[in-house]
T-cell receptor, first 114, second 112 residues
């Protein structure tokens, strides 16, 4: 089982709709969770992080975390064509000595259709 | 004011050569990383340093040797380059407590 799993997509949504991106992780000890956006040919950009169960909102983005189900999601409201990118889920897995290792999923490609 | 900068951006070299990639961050972070992104876009951690100390060394061939002269710099030296080393290499940094990493622009390495 992969440590962090995402559907590779592409996920196609019409402009103005809500895009829902999902991620599951295998390690119950995981402590913090991140969403990155990566445009083609560019570097990953941190857009959201969440540490506690529940929802966290930032503008059009909402991250949702359910530790019991080992599930984290990203909702993008009012999707724009400029949101078209690959979205990477990353999980910070606790290790001994307090050091942590960030493991990435393979990413979900989002296409917003005008 | 680039937060995480790495050089060079592109690197084309022949098999068997030795090359280095340099990385610097001005964010005041205490942890730096090297990631490799292959042709399938999978981003895999290679090394992590905290305050110049190596804390993560994933199953990377010995031909790859990171060096951190101080906590703002992390370089990657690669010996005897192979075709399979072709990929995009990203440097990143974060605070140990938070883990949210900021990435450099990447170095596209092509071995011919």
């Amino acid at each position: 089982q992969k440590e962090v799993e995402q559907n590779s997509g592409p996920l196609s949504v019409p402009e103005g709709a809500i895009a829902s991106l999902n991620c599951t992780y295998s390690d119950r000890g995981s402590q913090s969770f991140f969403w990155y956006r990566q445009y083609s040919g560019k570097s990953p950009e941190l857009i959201m992080f969440i540490y506690s169960n529940g929802d966290k909102e930032d503008g059009r983005f909402t991250a949702q975390l359910n530790k019991a189900s080992q599930y984290v999601s990203l909702l993008i409201r009012d999707s724009q064509p400029s949101d078209s990118a690959t979205y990477l889920c990353a999980v910070n897995i606790g290790r001994s000595g307090g050091y942590q290792k960030v493991t990435f999923g393979t990413g979900t490609k989002l296409q917003v259709i005008p | 004011d680039t937060a995480v900068s790495q050089t060079p951006k592109y690197l084309v070299t022949q098999m068997g050569n030795d090359k280095s990639i340099k990385c610097e961050q001005n964010l005041g972070h205490d942890t730096m990383y090297w990631y490799k992104q292959d042709s399938k876009k999978f981003l895999k951690i290679m090394f992590s340093y905290n305050n110049k100390e190596l804390i993560i060394n994933e199953t990377v061939p010995n031909r790859f040797s990171p060096k951190s002269p101080d906590k703002a710099h992390l370089n990657l030296h690669i010996n005897s380059l192979e075709l399979g080393d072709s990929a995009v290499y990203f440097c990143a940094s974060s605070l140990r407590q938070t883990g949210g990493a900021f990435f450099g622009q990447g170095t596209r390495l092509t071995v011919v």
